[in-house]
Nanobody, 117 residues
Framework: QVQLVESGGGLVQPGGNLTLSCAASGNTLSIRAMGWYRQAPGKQRELVALVTMSSGRGTYPDSVKGRFIASVDGAKNTVSLRMSSLQSDDTAIYYC??????????WGQGTQVTVSS
């Protein structure tokens, strides 16, 4: 089992920046990748960033590419998401995700990000 705890959500103005953090505990040696998803009201949960622990390389959808950067720290079992040039469309609950080598997926409780003036 892997437990994930997010922090760093909040209210930010359009064009602003925000960084989310997520710490993993439990069977962290089994983690193959860590990342972030988000879910806006009335919409499906969507991938925001996924980083492979071994390479540190991230995958991003076009909607956030160039604005969001995710990074992992294998020693601390953490993943962060640095978000810049935030827009109202980025408003959502952001969920930390970890994928094990057995392809099992774990989720954090979610943290609210609201982009509004």
């Amino acid at each position: 089992q892997v437990q994930l705890v997010e922090s760093g959500g909040g209210l930010v103005q359009p064009g602003g920046n925000l960084t989310l953090s997520c710490a993993a505990s439990g069977n962290t040696l089994s983690i193959r990748a860590m990342g972030w998803y988000r879910q806006a009201p009335g919409k499906q949960r969507e991938l925001v960033a996924l980083v492979t622990m071994s390479s540190g390389r991230g995958t991003y959808p076009d909607s956030v590419k160039g604005r969001f950067i995710a990074s992992v720290d294998g020693a601390k079992n953490t993943v962060s998401l640095r978000m810049s040039s935030l827009q109202s469309d980025d408003t959502a609950i952001y969920y930390c995700n970890a994928v094990s080598r057995a392809a099992r997926s774990y989720w954090g409780q979610g943290t609210q990000v609201t982009v509004s003036s």
